[in-house]
């Protein structure tokens, strides 16, 4: 009796259509991963006037990112992989690039939502317009801003398989970023914590994606900030994909 193995598309497709359905029934914790930055956006209103809608939209979307790669994807990978997922994904006839690439096209798709979502309350709420080129740069410097936090959040996993663990670190390194980077970014923590802030992911980051929005400004140091994110990128992905455990025992 012959088996038939499924195409790669098509068992590609079904990984889509699983991960999407399971998003959409845990669609509370994606009205969090919004609410969180259009907060903040609504909140520092008074601030559009005195440093710019640029500023305000990137560290409004910046703190998305962080919230969809730490607090989204990480737990999750962390709560299937305890529950044995991975484990009855890898034998079936699927390739483990393709069990990956579900998960983190979904997680695309909500750096797409969120950034779009900014760009509407900033734009209904503070009025904040930008050109066609720069909201089209944007969702390319979001994306890469995100795929540093989806990384970071790959190389927690990679190396904690406790999903208790992992939850507690993802939370701590997500506050740790959202406390140093409003408070240190505006140099209310001293000149030496600016700066750290600045070349830290959380400030490249947000470096890059002011830049886009305004992308005639963009400079030299806009350009140290994009390859340093590659960097965080190259670095956070290596050893999460290096260190990571298909199973929690």
């Known amino acids: 009796m012959a088996t038939t193995i499924p195409k790669t598309s098509i068992a590609l497709s079904a990984l889509l259509r699983a991960d999407f359905t399971t998003q959409w029934r845990n669609r509370r914790s994606v009205v969090l991963v919004l609410l969180v930055p259009v907060i903040i956006l609504i909140s520092w209103k008074g601030l559009v006037e005195k440093l710019g809608g640029p500023f305000a939209l990137s560290n409004s979307l910046t703190y998305g990112l962080i919230a969809i790669g730490l607090m989204g994807y990480t737990n999750s990978i962390a709560r299937d ?10 034998v079936a006839p699927v390739p483990t690039w393709a069990i990956m690439m579900s ?9 797409v939502l969120v ?3 900014i760009f ?4 209904d709420y503070d009025k904040i317009t930008l050109t ?10 979001a994306t890469i801003g995100g795929a540093v936090y989806l990384a970071l959040g790959q190389m927690i996993v990679g190396l904690i398989k406790s999903p208790e663990t992992v939850n507690s670190t993802s939370r701590l390194v997500y506050f740790s970023f959202v406390i140093i ?3 240190g970014g505006l140099g209310m923590l001293g000149k030496q914590v600016e700066d750290i802030t600045q070349w830290s992911p959380y400030g490249t980051v947000k470096t890059i994606m002011a830049a886009g929005m305004t992308p ?4 030299m140091t806009d350009t140290n900030a994009l390859l340093v994110t590659l960097g965080y990128i190259l670095v956070f992905a290596t050893i999460g994909i290096k260190k990571f455990k298909w199973e929690s025992k």
């Open 132 to 141: 066609p080129t720069g909201y089209i740069i944007t969702y390319f410097t």
């Open 181 to 183: 980077g409003m408070f």
């Open 115 to 117: 950034t779009t979502a």
């Open 216 to 219: 005639g400004a963009w400079n």
């Open 103 to 111: 998960r983190l096209f979904v997680q695309l798709m909500m750096i």
């Open 81 to 90: 992989r305890d529950k044995g997922v991975f484990q009855r994904l890898r």
């Open 120 to 123: 509407v309350v900033g734009y």
